[in-house]
């Protein structure tokens, strides 16, 4: 039986965004009603709701969002549990090294804080963060996609003195970072899931908002389909 599990939040008017990023709205520019047909106009940042960051999110002649191949935004995932870590603390290598031996090029490496169930609080930007030594050794391992459930694999700050070393070692690679994901537990225990984090193909921009979900066994069941 094929499964899919959807590991994206909702975008909507008065949804929680990053410090200081563009707010969401969808207002209709013609109606139903008025014009016999529904369009709506969409405001909203490049890294709203569940979404991917390009390198150009931090390199000026990094690749930008539509550059990167489209097979990079899918793979096996390889989800570590660190539900038991608490507000702001560090994600080191000791946490992530159980997992080493999945993690080759090509699989997706989701961080599983279970920091989700605090999406639209202030609690949400109290989030674990990844340390950059850490960071250093899951690029070592070939792997170049890192998803978190979480606003940003670094530390959030407010005051502006955060530091982005986990965002520059990733990207600095040449590889993405999801953030924002959701229902992460749903996919963990599984090691048959693979991921879909494709964004919006838009020009010379740094991130895209994506609908990001889990699937397993729905290439097996198509091809069962088509040959019988
Ligand atoms: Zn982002």
């Not at 920091?115 to 989030?127: M, P, V």
Request: net charge negative.
């Amino acid at each position: 039986m094929s499964e899919i599990i959807d590991l994206s939040h909702t975008l909507e008017p008065g949804m929680q965004v990053y410090p200081g990023d563009p707010t969401f709205s969808c207002s209709p520019a013609a109606s139903i009603a008025k014009d016999g047909y529904a369009v709506c106009s969409l405001s909203l940042g490049s890294h709203t709701g569940t979404h991917v960051d390009a390198p150009a999110h931090f390199f000026a002649n990094g690749q930008t969002i539509s550059e990167i191949p489209l097979s990079t935004f899918m793979g096996r995932a390889v989800v570590v549990d660190l539900t038991r870590k608490s507000a702001r603390q560090v994600i080191s290598w000791d946490d992530l090294a159980l997992y080493a031996p999945r993690m080759v090029p090509g699989a997706i490496l989701l961080l599983h804080t279970g920091w989700s169930r605090y999406w639209g609080t202030d609690e949400y930007l109290e989030h674990p963060f990844l340390e950059r030594a850490a960071t250093e050794n899951i690029i070592a391992t070939g792997i170049r996609v890192v998803g978190v459930d979480t606003l940003s694999p670094d530390e959030t700050r407010v005051d502006g003195k955060g530091s982005f070393g986990a965002h520059e070692v990733i990207l600095g690679a040449g590889g993405i970072i999801a953030e924002n994901l959701t229902n992460l537990h749903a996919i963990a225990a599984d090691p048959e899931y693979f991921v879909h984090l494709v964004p919006l193909k838009i020009d010379a921009c740094d991130a895209s908002p994506v609908r990001a979900y889990g699937l397993k066994n729905i290439y097996k069941e198509h091809t069962s389909t088509i040959m019988s």
